[in-house]
């Protein structure tokens, strides 16, 4: 620039000079020749001084700075799950809310109506089934009763066990045996005689004789109750299984069908129900209506965030960051927090949650997706005197380093990813490579390459 400003200055002189020269009158001899005039001499190029730096050791801290706002810890933006026109908008922006406070809802007149048939017949079919339970509860107490009766009538037929009868009539049997056997001999040893029928052996022998048939007879009757007794007790135990058999058929509970039937209205009413919720807003939790856009009459889409409520009790700070900053932070970092309002007052605070997938943050619903990060305050809203929606701006500390080497940023120069500084050695100038560690706001660590007192030169 300054060449050419020269330049231009030389060649005004010159034309100057001619100009003078055709200025004389025709005829007239020239002037004597005076003296050549001195010519302005270029001016000598102003070089700037670099700024030089010192290498130093202290303490090197680094530090990220955001801006964030004042926010509720509980917030929600809320929406319609279904397209549909406006019917109802039963709030307004700051008006406070209850949890399952309906806040409006769509056109849902058919819906209302389908939900109210599908109840009744809902209602029909818990009737039947009802009923059947309660015939059912009655029939399985008579067949318990029934159960019982026939266990008893069993144990009462073993009660009547003939058995031990047996050895009674044998034994009356074996001695009548004998008696007859006896009144045989007897009898034999006068047979011959004439008058041997009017003789005592003749009317012992038919004593015995009667006798023994009758002992006979109760042996065999007693056998015939002991068979039949068998058979009664085999009767009996097939009637305590009869009974059994009859319970556990009533155990297996209704008629299936008449489960099926109010299951299946169940699941019209629960479905009719999840359509309805789908066209309804209804506050999650007690807080505070931040937003509202809706207005009755008008077409609404669905998923569309219409309305926010939040918890204004609780509150922290909200700051929307970007993936670089957030490598850099973790859940739980201390945090001080200034508020633009009160520049002089610093609030202690934590970094409570980060975006997935730095942090914790981000829900399973749609409806609590959020990718701020939150930082939770130790003083509340009453003692640091601020409001939602208020500015403030965060400082984390992300690494400190004491009794290190260090430069100022503009020392060090980068070229294709190789860090390197200019060192001053007395009248010469050379490159040399750096390694650095923690890089601060207006210090950066020199972990190798130079030593302490080392003079060196800026960009």
């Not at 500015?391 to 009794?403: G, S, Y």
């Amino acid at each position: 620039m300054l060449q050419r400003a020269v330049r231009l200055m030389v060649l005004w002189v010159t034309l100057m000079m001619v100009a003078a020269c055709a200025l004389l009158p025709t005829g007239h001899s020239r002037a004597p020749a005076r003296e050549e005039p001195t010519p302005t001499p270029i001016p000598t190029p102003i070089v700037p001084t670099k700024p030089t730096y010192r290498v130093e050791r202290g303490e090197v801290v680094k530090k990220l700075l955001f801006t964030g706002r004042i926010a509720p810890v509980v917030e929600r933006e809320l929406f319609f799950r279904t397209s549909g026109r406006v019917r109802h908008v039963f709030v307004k922006r700051n008006d406070f809310v209850k949890a399952g406070q309906v806040l409006a809802d769509l056109e849902i007149d058919d819906l209302e109506r389908e939900l109210a048939s599908a109840q009744l017949e809902l209602e029909r079919a818990q009737v039947r089934l009802q009923e059947a339970e309660n015939e059912l509860a009655n029939a399985i107490k008579r067949a318990q009763i029934n159960l019982e009766i026939a266990k008893l009538q069993l144990e009462a037929v073993k009660a009547r066990d003939p058995s031990p009868r047996k050895m009674q009539v044998e034994a009356d049997l074996q001695r009548a045996e004998l008696e007859l056997k006896q009144a045989q001999e007897a009898y034999n040893a006068i047979a011959s005689r004439a008058d041997a029928g009017m003789l005592p052996q003749a009317i012992a022998l038919q004593n015995a004789t009667l006798n023994y048939q009758q002992a006979k007879a109760a042996y065999d009757l007693a056998m015939q109750d002991i068979a039949n007794h068998q058979y009664e007790v085999a009767i009996q135990e097939r009637q305590v299984r009869l009974a059994q058999l009859a319970l556990e058929e009533l155990n297996q509970g209704v008629d299936p069908l008449l489960k099926n039937d109010v299951q299946r209205a169940q699941l019209a009413v629960q479905k009719l129900e999840a359509a309805i919720a789908d066209a309804q807003i209804i506050a999650p939790f007690d807080g505070q209506v931040l937003s509202i856009s809706l207005t009755e009459g008008r077409p609404v889409e669905a998923f569309r965030p219409v309305v926010t409520v939040a918890d204004p009790t609780q509150l922290e700070v909200s700051a929307d960051l970007v993936s670089t900053q957030l490598q850099e932070l973790a859940e739980g970092m201390p945090a001080t927090v200034i508020l633009v309002s009160r520049p002089g007052k610093e609030i202690k605070g934590t970094i409570r949650r980060l975006p997935y997938p730095y942090g914790t943050g981000g829900g399973t619903k749609v409806e609590e997706e959020d990718k701020s990060t939150r930082i939770s305050l130790e003083a509340s809203a009453a003692e640091a005197g601020f409001e939602m929606g208020d500015l403030a701006r965060v400082t984390v500390l992300l690494e400190r380093k004491e009794n290190v080497l260090w430069l100022p940023p503009q020392a060090v120069r980068t070229f294709e990813g190789r860090k390197f500084v200019v060192v001053q050695d007395g009248e010469a100038q050379r490159r040399v490579d750096v390694k650095v560690g923690i890089e601060g706001e207006d210090r950066v660590e020199i972990q190798e390459g130079l030593t302490e007192g080392q003079i060196v030169i800026g960009q």
